[in-house]
């Protein structure tokens, strides 16, 4: 039986190989194509036309528990009723393909995340006639969002929503860009909605914009490669950056060139840009949601701005491309990021932190399991302090010892039942903020809806002052290390149906 290549193996090229790679420009062809390589099997055609409201996600929703898509892979919708454009979801529904798209594995992905997200590279400012993303032009009456396969995705999503955009937005005080992801409700033809939390960048500058009596310029970045969406979730100092961010984890300058309708610079090789001006008036707002969100429950209901679409640039032959909320994909894209950043915060305090694992089934921010090589006891606590101060959204915090792997959940959940005593070993830290998105939190008045939570640390660490700690049992690893299943593992013959059924 052939075996699949490793991610490792996937990255590692030739010297010459190499530089070639740096050289091209990367963006959402460039990395599907890795992609392919790597495993064909991690993306999958659907030729029949389907209908953007519920079919898309209800075939890619039934894949995720299907045995025979075992790498719950991404789907691209060649036609989607309605829209000449096809549509792809569900790319980065796996932290095994986020891994892929920075040279790395799951094990290893939030070290070199994080390595790269400490090494931005600016910007490379291209022509037009470089930019894939101006081939095509539609100006006004023709900028109609609706001729985007847009879909509605869960079954009380209060409508369509573009929910896999970048936003570019430009701070009036400092005149920096800033990135970010928000969700957009399709509105009308011309018009989708914008809502942003209290705490992230695109509110900060809404506000300003809004003192100032000013409309804000928009621009939507639908489609590029992944470590784009990546970078719009990372909190870069200050404010922007995130475009910067981009080139880090790409380990090249995202190119940019300018937008046709507003003063914004967006990525060249983009699939797809959508430009527009948001209306800051606070009386002309309108009532956006339910919408699923990453807790995976409907919430965030309330009036929030308009944006007034100016233009839509693209590829000749672009590619739409959604994220598919309230879905492993939509807690994966901010997991990696959260990751990465905290792995380096945790490591201020304790700089013998190993790892740190946001899993999907916590939603990527709700638990934080981190792997300590300990050399004193109480440090634990230090590294989930940091951590929480810097992700408020997460309640639930597992410290385990340098040889649990905290990647592999069931290996956590055996340190916890074996290392764990709740009367020593379990902290509860009462009314500390969290995410008004997670429906237990609560107000001052605990009966009252807010942004308060009650977090616990669970040190599952083995004691240093308890005396000898019984030895975990093992295989030798470095039997393991040659033993690769994958050379001496097959599916079942005839042959062997027969000699199971009592024959030779």
């Known amino acids: 039986m052939a075996r699949q290549p490793a991610l490792t193996e996937v990255a590692t090229r030739n010297e010459s190989e190499t530089d070639k790679a740096l050289a091209a420009p990367k963006d959402l062809r460039a990395y599907l194509q890795k992609l392919v390589e790597y495993d064909p099997r991690q993306l999958m055609v659907v030729e029949k036309e389907i209908d953007p409201i519920f079919e898309a996600t209800a075939i890619v929703d039934q894949m995720r528990t299907d045995a025979r898509y075992p790498n719950y892979p991404a789907v691209l919708f060649r036609r ?138 928009v621009a939507m970045v639908i489609g590029h490669h992944p470590c784009l969406l990546l970078a719009g979730t990372t909190n870069p100092p200050g404010m922007g950056g995130e475009l910067e961010v981009a080139g880090g984890l790409l380990q090249q300058p995202l190119e940019v060139v300018p937008a046709e309708t507003v003063d914004l610079e967006v990525p060249a090789r983009a699939e797809i840009v959508i430009e527009g001006v948001l209306d800051t008036n606070p009386e002309n707002m309108r009532e956006e949601g339910p919408f699923g969100e990453y807790p995976r429950y409907y919430t965030g209901v309330g009036p929030y701005p308009v944006i007034k679409v100016t233009a839509i640039t693209m590829r000749r032959d672009p590619i739409y491309v959604d994220v598919f909320n309230a879905s492993s994909e939509h807690s994966a894209i901010g997991g990696l990021a959260r990751m990465g950043f905290l792995l380096n915060r945790a490591r201020d305090v304790c700089p013998n932190v190993i790892n740190v694992h946001l899993p999907i089934s916590g939603v990527a921010r709700n638990h934080a399991y981190i792997s300590m090589k300990k050399v004193a006891d109480g440090e634990p606590h230090l590294a989930a302090f940091n951590l929480m101060a810097y992700s408020p959204a997460t309640k639930h915090v597992f410290i385990v010892d340098d040889d649990i792997d905290v990647t592999n959940e069931a290996d956590v959940l055996w340190a916890l039942a074996t290392r764990f005593q709740a009367d020593k070993d379990l902290v509860v830290i009462n009314n500390s903020i969290g995410s008004r998105l997670n429906p237990p939190t609560y107000g001052y008045r605990r009966d009252e809806k807010g942004t308060l939570e009650t977090k616990l640390i669970f040190d599952c660490t083995r004691p240093l002052s308890a005396g000898k700690f019984p030895v975990a049992t093992r295989v030798p690893p470095d039997v393991k290390e040659r033993m690769n299943p994958a050379d001496y593992v097959r599916p079942l013959s005839e042959g062997d149906l027969a000699y199971l059924r009592g024959g030779k």
């Not at 892929?100 to 094990?107: E, K, M, V, W, Y």
């Not at 914008?194 to 695109?202: D, E, L, S, V």
Request: charged residues 25%.
């Open 80 to 217: 989607i009723k309605g829209s000449s454009i096809p549509l792809l979801i569900n790319l980065q529904g796996t932290y095994e393909r986020l891994a892929l798209a920075i040279d790395s594995n799951l094990r290893g992905m939030v070290e070199e995340f994080g390595r790269r997200e400490n090494s931005p590279i600016p910007v490379k400012r291209v022509d037009r006639s470089q930019a894939p993303v101006k081939e095509v032009v539609w100006k006004g009456a023709d900028a109609d969002v609706t001729k985007l396969p847009i879909l509605r995705h869960q079954e009380l999503d209060s409508g369509k929503y573009i929910t896999s955009a970048v936003f570019i937005l430009r701070d009036p005080k400092t005149g920096v860009q800033n990135a970010g992801i928000y969700r957009s409700m399709l509105h009308g033809k011309q018009e989708l909605g914008f809502m942003t939390g209290a705490y992230q960048g695109g509110n900060y500058i809404l506000v300003e914009h809004r003192e100032r009596k000013q409309p804000m310029q």
